[in-house]
């Protein structure tokens, strides 16, 4: 009498955003270089293969996760900047919004883009030039902002809106740090009601409550 074949299992299928989602939330956690593949496919509970033909390499992953998280984190923080908000108010809710992501309870403190990769082993190198890329990124969208103000009149002709930009992602950058070091969300909105003082701007458009 023929033995039944026995079937080989079949690898486990991964929905895509839950995958990009658990790994977001890991690199967010524990930065590129101090999550592992294994700590990735037991987090995700696939084998090796299974995340490589999903996602490609580690790195792949990071930046699929990194576009996951970005979207999932600023979507409603592009609106802001984009809307007809008078760009003092705008700027400050744009910043509130950010203390508030950097502080969430039931996420990793800090921002995963923010002050990712800064420091980094050589083969990473790559790795490091995206997040910078991203981060620069950030900037030129509050340039083209601040640009936008001193056409319509906010910011004085002549503003260097470059360093302007460069001046608020510098207190974005910190607050990310200092969230990581446990600052609370109250802090790190004191810390930008005094950025918010070096606006050089027209403030009187955005008086009453700015949250």
Same mark, same amino acid.
């Given at each position: 009498?023929?033995?039944?074949?026995?079937?080989?299992?079949?690898?486990?299928?991964?929905?895509?955003?839950?995958?990009?989602?658990?790994?977001?939330?890991?690199?967010?956690?524990?930065?590129?270089?101090?999550?592992?593949?294994?700590?990735?496919?037991?987090?995700?509970?696939?084998?090796?293969?299974?995340?490589?033909?999903?996602?490609?390499?580690?790195?792949?992953?990071?930046?699929?996760?990194?576009?996951?998280?970005?979207?999932?984190?600023?979507?409603?923080?592009?609106?802001?900047?984009?809307?007809?908000?008078?760009?003092?108010?705008?700027?400050?809710?744009?910043?509130?919004?950010?203390?508030?992501?950097?502080?969430?309870?039931?996420?990793?403190?800090?921002?995963?883009?923010?002050?990712?990769?800064?420091?980094?082993?050589?083969?990473?190198?790559?790795?490091?030039?995206?997040?910078?890329?991203?981060?620069?990124?950030?900037?030129?969208?509050?340039?083209?902002? +601040?640009?936008?103000?001193?056409?319509?009149?906010?910011?004085?002709?002549?503003?260097?809106?470059?360093?302007?930009?460069? +001046?608020?992602?510098?207190?974005?950058?910190?607050?990310?740090?200092?969230?990581?070091?446990?600052?609370?969300?109250?802090?790190?909105?004191?810390?930008?009601?005094?950025?918010?003082?070096?606006?050089?701007?027209?403030?009187?458009?955005?008086?009453?409550?700015?949250?």
């Amino acid at each position: 009498m023929n033995e039944p074949v026995r079937k080989r299992g079949r690898p486990r299928v991964l929905d895509r955003d839950t995958g990009l989602d658990i790994a977001a939330r890991l690199f967010w956690e524990r930065g590129y270089e101090g999550t592992s593949t294994a700590d990735l496919t037991k987090a995700m509970g696939i084998n090796p293969p299974t995340l490589y033909s999903n996602f490609g390499s580690k790195e792949e992953l990071y930046r699929q996760a990194l576009d996951f998280g970005i979207a999932q984190e600023n979507s409603c923080r592009a609106d802001i900047l984009a809307s007809d908000l008078p760009a003092y108010k705008a700027l400050s809710r744009y910043l509130y919004s950010i203390a508030d992501g950097d502080t969430q309870p039931d996420k990793p403190r800090g921002c995963m883009v923010s002050t990712a990769v800064l420091q980094h082993a050589e083969e990473n190198a790559s790795v490091a030039k995206m997040t910078a890329a991203l981060r620069e990124a950030s900037m030129q969208i509050l340039k083209a902002r +601040f640009d936008r103000a001193v056409t319509e009149g906010e910011l004085p002709a002549g503003t260097d809106t470059d360093t302007l930009a460069r +001046f608020y992602g510098a207190i974005i950058q910190g607050m990310s740090a200092q969230a990581c070091d446990g600052a609370c969300n109250a802090l790190l909105k004191r810390l930008i009601d005094v950025a918010l003082t070096a606006w050089p701007g027209n403030r009187a458009t955005a008086s009453g409550n700015l949250a």
